[in-house]
């Protein structure tokens, strides 16, 4: 029997901005509760909550002091037993973030760890003395700016940290640890969660030999010198995929448990990550990547990502998303100045489920959200601070779920500032002025979630791309005796594709098909398909150009 994952749509829940319903200003899991409906009613078959564990919240729960405990921002875990009911009624899965590859330092383990060099969690982080000039001990980086390590002066160590300095990471060399997480990991399972996804996956093992990075291949000096080296010691070690393995004998042991995981690097070599991370049905069940969460919104560039990941890995699984909480919303990264963003926001999920693989889409993305202007006296997302103007961090995409136009705060609180504004450009796009416009980008989500889901070939068919030109993408999915063409303009130009084979539109569609009608060569082609800007067809069968 095929599982339940391989063609889901998953809805990311980021729990701090959905629902306020305790009044502080900050979302909760009660608030999530009372609006799961809503996610339901999307035709989505899982949701995925960030992180809601005990935490200082100086990366917003990603730095986790308790991994078996519910921060009492968002509740308890009574709270979230409820949450799990509540969303399996709704026939939804439940995913919850996993942040193993490093903890908050404040969590006992590194607490008892930076002790001395002889306790029994010693060797839980990753230690190393310092070079004779009391310098790092190689030059590895922290995403978040300076050094990846930061020295301490009980141990006169270094501990490592990929993220910030409060996020110490972990020693995936040390079996123990791996023994401590899946313990973790089991505490959930028992509680009826129904998968993980699996933060920065590939930042777990490091190079025990500490080797210093390499430059990577650039030509003008990024803004994040994190990015001029290539992390080839400190990430993405070939040792990764036994930890991996670890984890899915975990999850193997209950059935129908998944793993997606996030793999952070650059270029093919996030989507080659992906592909060997899925391979083989012993590691992951699903990865994604950031390489369609970039400003990139080339055919192709959405062409070429696919089809590396399936080069890689035939027997693989990806998983697709065009938005989430760390970067700007897709709605603002991919319309042009004077294009409609209402446009790109239909035509993005129609694009979506042309995809093969999962899919996942982020909160406020079904009412077509845009990204919020945050400025510098609103800034939560501190982490990022020093890179301030030119990334202004992750806040703007992370702002409240906005749900009645014309109530306080959107409707997601009744406090009178929360944790991040609402604004009005967000507060326009609020659920209930969508809710009963049939065409409204809420309604587009809806009818094209559940085209997707009345076709076979959409969830389960093989893909081959039309060779059409920029600003065209052209996707068949096929099965043995039928096909879908989606056919995508990408521009905020018109655009006509001509077919040599009369098909008929099915499903939504932003443009016009016609044929027979008289062709340029002045001879009758078999079907004329003209898109607005940025619009979109679906035909039922296999198009030839």
């Not at 080296?229 to 991996?244: A, G, H, I, T």
């Not at 699903?286 to 055919?299: C, D, I, K, V």
């Not at 590396?308 to 919303?329: L, Y």
């Amino acid at each position: 029997m095929r599982e339940w994952w391989r063609d889901a749509v998953i809805y990311q829940i980021y729990p701090r901005s959905f629902q306020d319903d305790s009044g502080d200003g900050i979302g909760d899991l009660k608030g999530i509760i009372r609006r799961l409906d809503h996610v339901a009613s999307l035709g989505v078959d899982a949701i995925w909550l960030s992180p809601f564990f005990t935490s200082p919240d100086l990366d917003m729960g990603y730095d986790v002091s308790d991994y078996k405990g519910v921060s009492p921002l968002f509740g308890d875990i009574n709270d979230f037993d409820a949450l799990v009911e509540k969303a399996h009624d709704l026939g939804l899965k439940v995913i919850i973030d996993q942040v193993l590859s490093h903890t908050s330092d404040q969590h006992p383990w590194f607490q008892e760890s930076r002790q001395n060099r002889t306790n029994d969690k010693a060797d839980w982080y990753v230690w190393a003395d310092p070079k004779k000039d009391g310098t790092p001990p190689n030059n590895w980086l922290s995403i978040f700016g300076g050094s990846g390590w930061q020295f301490d002066t009980r141990r006169h160590q270094y501990y490592l940290h990929n993220f910030l300095t409060e996020q110490p990471d972990l020693n995936f060399h040390n079996p123990a640890v791996v023994d401590a997480l899946l313990d973790a990991m089991k505490f959930w399972l028992e509680r009826g969660v129904d998968g993980f996804r699996l933060d920065t996956v590939n930042f777990y093992v490091h190079d025990a030999n500490l080797t210093d990075n390499p430059p990577s291949d650039w030509e003008v000096f990024p803004n994040n010198p994190y990015e001029a080296q290539d992390q080839e010691f400190s990430k993405s070690r070939p040792e990764n995929l036994e930890v991996l393995k670890r984890l899915r004998d975990l999850t193997d042991q209950y059935p129908d448990r998944m793993m997606v995981g996030e793999c952070g690097e650059m270029g093919d070599k996030q989507v080659r990550i992906m592909g060997e991370y899925t391979s083989g049905g012993d590691k992951l069940h699903m990865a994604y990547s950031f390489a369609m969460l970039s400003p990139e919104h080339t055919a192709e560039h959405f062409r070429h990502t696919i089809e590396v990941f399936q080069e890689t890995a035939p027997d693989g699984w990806p998983c697709w998303s065009f938005s989430n909480h760390d970067v700007a919303r897709h709605v603002s990264r991919w319309t042009p100045k004077g294009a409609d963003p209402a446009a790109v926001a239909r035509q993005s999920i129609a694009m979506l489920c042309s995809f093969p693989g999962t899919l996942n889409i982020y909160q406020g993305e079904e009412i077509g959200q845009t990204q919020t202007d945050i400025l510098w006296e609103e800034l939560q997302d501190t982490a990022n601070a020093q890179f301030w103007p030119e990334y202004k961090g992750r806040d703007g995409c992370r702002t409240p779920m906005v749900w009645e136009k014309d109530a306080p705060q959107g409707g997601f609180s009744t406090s009178d500032k929360p944790w991040l504004p609402v604004k009005a450009p967000q507060l326009a796009r609020a659920v209930d002025t969508q809710e009963d416009d049939t065409n409204s980008i809420l309604n587009a989500y809806r009818r094209t979630l559940a085209f997707r889901k009345s076709r076979h070939e959409l969830r389960y068919g093989k893909t081959e791309f039309l060779d059409l030109p920029e600003p065209l993408l052209g996707v068949i999915r096929a099965e043995e005796d039928s096909a879908i063409t989606g056919i995508f303009n990408l521009s905020n130009e018109p655009q006509r594709v001509v077919l040599k084979k009369e098909l008929r539109p099915v499903g939504p569609m932003v443009g016009a098909v016609e044929g027979p009608v008289p062709g340029k060569s002045g001879k009758s082609d078999d079907c004329v398909v003209d898109l607005p800007p940025f619009g979109f067809v679906y035909l039922d069968g296999k198009a030839e150009i």
